[in-house]
């Protein structure tokens, strides 16, 4: 489940983590979140390797940082207006 608190999304805690990545994914797309932070979090979620330096955006370093901590801070940061 994921909860909007005060502006920014966090992931709540899951008991099956598959459930959280899905759903949070999920919601991120819906809520026209940048693909690049999106991708970003995925890899970070997942501790994939970063991208290499020359394909790394802001929006992508931002999602990667979320995704490493598990949470979704800077999303509305990156949100299509």
Known sequence: MIALLKHEL????HSNMDNAYYETV??????G???DYIQGWVGGY???PEREEQRVTDAYKAGYE???AGVTDKAQDWQSS
């Open 46 to 48: 997942l501790r994939n």
């Open 66 to 68: 979320d995704g490493q």
């Open 26 to 31: 999920d919601h991120l797309e819906k809520l």
């Open 10 to 13: 966090r992931v709540t805690a």
């Open 33 to 35: 979140i940048d693909q």
